[in-house]
């Protein structure tokens, strides 16, 4: 485990950066194209962005963020680029907090504009060189509410202020426009005098509120984040430059020279990984690391059990099962206790798949099988690099897989999924993707590692 419990991506909005004092909380610069993926790499709770460079570098992609929410964090958004991007992906499950976002939700706001301003550099605690809109806006609303403007001068002096460039965009210009207006000088005049006490920043007020919201979640020890989408592999997402950093080329928690995609070759082994997974698991159970459920397991997640072990043993038929539990020395409330048990293993396993990666890693260098699922997997990264990989009818792939590790065809392939630490069927598919894709290549041009 890193010990970190959320990442924070902010700058200007809240340069004294307050949020540093939270323990637990990491705080990193304003989020660029790929700065999200890499925070998934030290495996926290929580993702927390606020700021975001808009020019001048790649901005912040949606399909990383999309990409740590199926790692199992939760991830926030407000202020600025946060907002905009929560905004746009809350439907799949990325949380929006403040006045902000909840504009942009509502189709209130709708352009990036809004939120965007010129700053300085980082050791100088980003200065401000220019004015967000959604602040003059917040201002002028509280101007209003005030009776220092009318609501006719607060039209025309955020009209103003929209037709400047964001750059530029300052008090001093978009006032110095409104005077243009001999009407509105007396207004003005008021405005100037009370905006050093009444100005409201309503990015900084909005970015208070998601660390708070960050450290209320936390304080409820939430599960891992369980979105109901599945991630789409594409080539341009396998193409992206910084994904040199990907899991598979390095891991902060499973030791030095961990290869995650060892983990994804154990994953297509069926039993072996579940036999490797005990282990993990008492293991981490004797550290202390994790502990059993505070609830216990439901009937269904019994019941998902019963079915997994009488297909896994081939006790189809009641009278099967009443023959295998007399051969085992029990009796149907034995099993069905045993079963409660289990189940309730698997979720604890389901619930700390990430902090086993690094136990289930020692089980395999202990057990000699981690050199060889290394070597398959850089070869199967080699040779599948810059490969199209075709992706036929979902079922067919997944009988496929299953006739091939002699293995029946689970009931709810979510569920299995789950238990191989991965966060649904759409990411289990992907492995079975690519498995098929190597499988075809290396018959094709030569043998596998």
């Avoid at 964001?166 to 009407?183: F, G, I, K, M, P």
Wanted: charged share 25%; net charge negative; with cysteine.
């Amino acid at each position: 485990m890193t010990g970190v419990d959320a990442i924070l991506f902010i700058g200007p909005s809240l340069p004294e950066r307050h949020s540093g004092k939270r323990t637990g909380l990491e705080c990193r610069p304003p989020a660029a194209q790929g700065d999200v993926y890499r925070a998934t790499l030290a495996k926290p709770r929580v993702i927390g962005i606020i700021d975001g460079y808009f020019h001048g570098v790649p901005a912040l992609w949606h399909k990383e963020i999309l990409w740590a929410m199926t790692r199992g964090i939760h991830v926030f958004g407000a202020a600025s680029m946060g907002a905009l991007r929560a905004a746009e992906l809350q439907p799949f499950g990325m949380r929006g907090v403040g006045r902000i976002f909840e504009a942009f939700r509502d189709g209130m706001l709708t352009d990036d504009d809004e939120v965007a301003l010129t700053h300085g550099p980082e050791e100088l605690g980003y200065p401000g060189l220019s004015e967000p809109l959604v602040n003059i806006r917040a201002t002028l609303d509280s101007a209003v509410s005030q009776g220092l403007v009318s609501e006719a001068a607060r039209i025309e002096i955020v009209s103003y202020a929209k037709a400047q460039y964001y750059q530029s965009r300052t008090w001093d210009t978009v006032l110095a426009a409104a005077e243009c207006n001999a009407a509105r000088i007396e207004e003005v005049t008021r405005l100037r005098a009370w905006l050093p006490t009444g100005s409201i920043d309503q990015k900084r007020l909005d970015a208070g509120e998601l660390i708070d919201a960050i450290g209320c979640l936390l304080e409820t020890d939430p599960p891992p984040m369980r979105p109901e989408f599945d991630f789409e592999w594409t080539q341009m997402w396998a193409n992206a430059a910084w994904l040199d950093e990907r899991p598979g080329s390095r891991s902060t928690d499973g030791g030095e020279g961990f290869d995650e995609r060892v983990l994804d070759e154990l994953r297509l082994l069926g039993s072996r990984y579940d036999k490797v997974l005990q282990l993990a698991l008492l293991r981490a159970f004797a550290e202390g690391e994790i502990s059993p459920p505070d609830t216990p397991p439901d009937g269904k997640d019994v019941l998902k059990q019963i079915d997994a072990f009488r297909r896994a043993h081939g006790l189809a038929r009641r009278a099967d099962l009443e023959a295998w539990t007399a051969a085992a020395g029990t009796d149907m409330a034995g099993f069905e206790r045993m079963m409660t048990e289990e189940a309730a293993i698997r979720m604890a396993a389901r619930e700390s798949a990430a902090r086993l990666a690094s136990r289930i890693a020692d089980q395999l260098r202990l057990s000699g099988d981690y050199g060889s699922l290394a070597a398959r997997a850089h070869d199967k990264a080699e040779r599948l690099k810059g490969h199209r990989i075709s992706k036929g009818p979902r079922q067919l792939l997944l009988e496929r897989h299953f006739r091939r590790i002699d293995c029946d065809l689970p009931g709810d392939v979510n569920v299995y999924a789950a238990e191989l630490g991965l966060p649904g069927a759409g990411e289990f598919c992907t492995l079975l993707y690519n498995e098929d894709a190597y499988l075809k290549l290396t018959a094709e041009t030569g043998k596998e590692n």
